[in-house]
């Protein structure tokens, strides 16, 4: 189950999760101290145990580059499927993991029920995947969270498979497909953006996303009079006045500024989550915004702009499943970036899920997903759902 965006998807009734470890002197580390190593090395590891199917499990630090191009820790989790590699080495899926929070304690490698968090896990061990799943930047490390910025996401999410490839058992194979759901969509997206340029030295075969943000003007213009909405825009407007120094002053009430730090703080993991939350989501329901659409004033829009992913390169098969019945991310908006995909001479499978929201969606199409990986990694050719549009 995809728990950790129930409260943004508006919904109620939510299942029992497990608290989220406490955060130890793992996730701590100097920038001196690692500047001497190359992007996706490993810092430091340790066990996680209780991985499914027998699989080994490790938490780990690595480096990655910021968004200034300066050295910085992330963490995240490496799964390992058990046995001996094949002689060319484990082929890796990269998980993005959807919203979880902004602030260090809320990343997935903390949460006590993390591997129930990835849709398909058990698919992909039984496939003798690895499964590298980073917390992105300022999640577990040092914050702010870059949130749903683009740059920032794909390097991590490279930089673990890097990582992943040097893990015990993993056999330092070098093809990789990416998986990810609503911001893991967007940093699936960005992924395949940045691949050739970052990481030449790995082979993406493919990007398989669900309900991506793909169009983030859109998706915080849209959404503004859900919970869920306000919610996201909130984090946004939380994590970039930190991460570009854009002001809030011209977009927010100052009355409305201490239910964003709330918000900011909290994270989205726990079924009592959707409660501690209720009262600074009521107070932004009073007043929030000072302007009509903060997407049209500036940095703002720019910054949305910078951070809305293009079209990849054609020489990269993309699987994109978008539930019909989602109310943050809209599904005509998951329409238009394929028809922007199609026109650039992608070839992507459309894999609508009828009657399913936000939150189910990776859940309800991870069996699809992971088949279409398999295709992708035996080099069959990509279907094509373009010719239908």
């Known amino acids: 189950m995809n728990w950790p965006l129930l409260i943004l998807a508006g919904i109620s009734s939510l299942p029992f999760a497990s608290a989220a470890l406490a955060q130890t002197a793992f996730y701590s580390v100097g920038n001196s101290d690692i500047a001497s190593y190359a992007n996706g090395a490993l810092i430091r590891s340790e066990p996680i145990y209780g991985a499914p199917d027998g699989a080994s499990a490790y938490r780990v630090l690595y480096r990655s580059e910021g968004l200034h191009a300066e050295p910085i820790a992330v963490?995240?989790?490496?799964?390992?499927?058990?046995?001996?590699?094949?002689?060319?080495?484990?082929?890796?899926?990269?998980?993005?993991?959807?919203?979880?929070?902004?602030?260090?304690?809320?990343?997935?490698?903390?949460?006590?029920?993390?591997?129930?968090?990835?849709?398909?896990?058990?698919?992909?061990?039984?496939?003798?995947?690895?499964?590298?799943?980073?917390?992105?930047?300022?999640?577990?490390?040092?914050?702010?969270?870059?949130?749903l910025v683009g740059i920032s996401e794909g390097r991590a999410v490279l930089d673990s498979v890097r990582v992943a490839r040097v893990m015990p058992g993993a056999g330092t194979g070098r093809a990789f497909a990416v998986w990810g759901h609503s911001q893991g969509g967007h940093a699936a997206l960005y992924t395949g953006i940045l691949a050739q340029s970052y990481a030449p030295e790995l082979q993406l075969v493919g990007v398989a996303v669900a309900a991506p943000a793909a169009d983030l003007g859109t998706l915080l213009a849209d959404d503004l009079d859900t919970t869920g909405g306000k919610n996201v825009t909130a984090m946004t407007l939380w994590s970039?006045?930190?991460?570009?120094?854009?002001?809030?002053?011209?977009?927010?009430?100052?009355?409305?500024?201490?239910?964003?730090?709330?918000?900011?703080?909290?994270?989205?993991?726990?079924?009592?989550?959707?409660?501690?939350?209720?009262?600074?989501?009521?107070?932004?329901?009073?007043?929030?915004?000072?302007?009509?659409?903060?997407?049209?004033v500036e940095p703002w829009r720019d910054l949305l702009a910078s951070n809305?992913?293009?079209?990849?390169?054609?020489?990269?098969?993309?699987?994109?499943?978008?539930?019909?019945?989602?109310?943050?991310?809209?599904?005509?908006?998951?329409?238009?970036?394929?028809?922007?995909?199609?026109?650039?001479?992608?070839?992507?499978?459309?894999?609508?899920?009828?009657?399913?929201?936000h939150l189910f969606v990776a859940r309800d199409s991870a069996a699809a997903a992971i088949n279409w990986i398999e295709a992708r990694f035996a080099g069959t050719p990509a279907p094509n759902s373009c010719s239908l549009t």
């Open 308 to 357: 809305t992913p293009g079209t990849l390169s054609p020489t990269i098969p993309i699987f994109l499943a978008q539930g019909t019945t989602d109310n943050l991310v809209l599904p005509n908006v998951t329409e238009d970036y394929m028809a922007a995909l199609c026109k650039a001479g992608s070839r992507v499978q459309w894999y609508p899920v009828q009657g399913v929201g």
């Open 240 to 296: 970039w006045s930190r991460i570009y120094g854009a002001s809030l002053s011209n977009v927010v009430y100052p009355a409305a500024v201490p239910a964003i730090n709330e918000l900011a703080g909290k994270c989205i993991e726990r079924f009592f989550d959707v409660f501690t939350r209720r009262g600074p989501s009521r107070q932004l329901d009073r007043r929030f915004l000072k302007v009509n659409n903060f997407t049209d």
């Open 75 to 147: 963490s995240g989790v490496v799964i390992v499927p058990a046995g001996s590699p094949p002689a060319a080495g484990r082929l890796i899926v990269a998980w993005a993991h959807p919203t979880t929070g902004i602030v260090p304690p809320c990343a997935p490698s903390l949460a006590r029920v993390f591997f129930r968090s990835i849709p398909g896990l058990h698919d992909m061990l039984e496939r003798g995947y690895v499964v590298a799943a980073t917390d992105y930047p300022g999640l577990g490390t040092a914050g702010p969270h870059p949130y």
